[in-house]
């Protein structure tokens, strides 16, 4: 079955970085689109960032510059990486795997930054 595993959160200061990795088991990340949503309490999931099986990223308007998603296809793993922190950026982030009809989600890394 497909299993993805987020590590990497933590307590950061603001205007820190973090790298979020995302580990897959059951599938290739590279045939699927893989992405990062975040959900900050008492909000909606939303969307973080994309990366299609050709490499091609998406970003939320708000982050780009800040954030950058990759993969390593040999080690099947998926990672945000996550620079010029803000308070605002606190929130649960998920990796999710797009498969066919159905998306795939880990149980979330929490990411806070402040002081």
């Known amino acids: 079955q497909v299993q993805l595993v987020e590590s990497g959160g933590g307590l950061v200061q603001p205007g820190g970085s973090l790298r979020l990795s995302c580990a897959a088991s059951?599938?290739?990340?590279?045939?699927?689109?893989m992405g990062w949503y975040r959900q900050a309490p008492g909000k909606q999931r939303e969307f973080v960032a994309s990366i299609t099986k050709e490499g091609i990223t998406n970003y939320a308007d708000s982050l780009k510059g800040r954030f950058t998603i990759s993969g390593d296809n040999a080690k099947n793993t998926v990672y945000l990486q996550m620079n010029s922190l803000k308070p605002e950026d606190t929130a649960v982030y998920y990796c999710?795997?797009?498969?066919?009809?159905?998306?795939?989600w880990g149980q979330g890394t929490q990411v806070t930054v402040s002081s």
């Open positions: 059951g599938i290739r990340i590279s045939f699927y689109s």
């Open positions: 999710t795997a797009r498969v066919g009809l159905r998306n795939y």
